[in-house]
Structure formats: C-alpha cells, structure tokens
Nanobody, 124 residues
Framework: QVQLVESGGGSVQAGGSLRLSCVAS????????MGWFRQAPGKEREGVAA???????SYADSVKGRFTISKDNAKNTLYLQMDSLKPGDTAMYYC??????????????????WGQGTQVTVSS
C-alpha cells in the first residue's frame, strides 16, 4: 500500500502562487508515475500534471507555462508549484500514484493510490 497526504492548499488572489505538497509513505517503490488531478464543483475530475520516475513531465494544456510538477525522492514528496493562478484553477487538488509509466497519465482509472485532496481557491 501507498499512502498519500496532500497539503499546501488555501485561498489566494488571481495572479498569486501556491505550492502543493504530497508526501508518500508505504511501498513507494511501486509508484512509477505520480500525478496531480483537480475537481471543481459540478465538474469532472481532470488531470493537471504528472511526473515519471525518470523525471519526465506532462501537463494539461490549461496549466502549461504556469504550473510546475517536481519531486524530491529523498523526502518521498511530490510538489506542484502553481503560479499566475486564475479563478478557473479553483478546485480540490488530488495527488495520485500508479505502477504504470506516465504515458497515459490523464487516465484516472490507471492510478492505484489517491490522497484525500487539498482545496485551492482563487479569487478575482
């Protein structure tokens, strides 16, 4: 089992920044790909970004150039640096891990482990 715990959410004005963290514990060697997803009220959950074990990254078009995914293997921690935030980024953000490479990183049903989520609210 892999446990994931997110933190770092909060409220910020448009144009501001936040950094989300996700600490992984348990059998972390089973996590080949880790990703961030988000779900806004009344909308389906969508992929935001993912990072492979080799450090290669993928992003949703809506966040390219504004968000950066990274990880610290020594700390078993995944990050999402979010800059130039927009009201449309308001959502619950979830960390997820899977035993497959990130090729189809946006497919939620291919992730084995999920965190409980952290709320991000961006006001105009």
């Amino acid at each position: 089992q892999v446990q994931l715990v997110e933190s770092g959410g909060g409220s910020v004005q448009a144009g501001g920044s936040l950094r989300l963290s996700c600490v992984a514990s348990g059998y972390t060697d089973r996590s080949y790909c880790m990703g961030w997803f988000r779900q806004a009220p009344g909308k389906e959950r969508e992929g935001v970004a993912a990072i492979n074990r080799d450090g290669s990254t993928s992003y949703a078009d809506s966040v390219k150039g504004r968000f950066t995914i990274s990880k610290d293997n020594a700390k078993n921690t995944l990050y999402l640096q979010m800059d130039s935030l927009k009201p449309g980024d308001t959502a619950m953000y979830y960390c997820a891990a899977r035993s497959l490479p990130c090729g189809t990183w946006y497919r939620q049903n291919e992730y084995n482990y999920w965190g409980q989520g952290t709320q991000v609210t961006v006001s105009s």
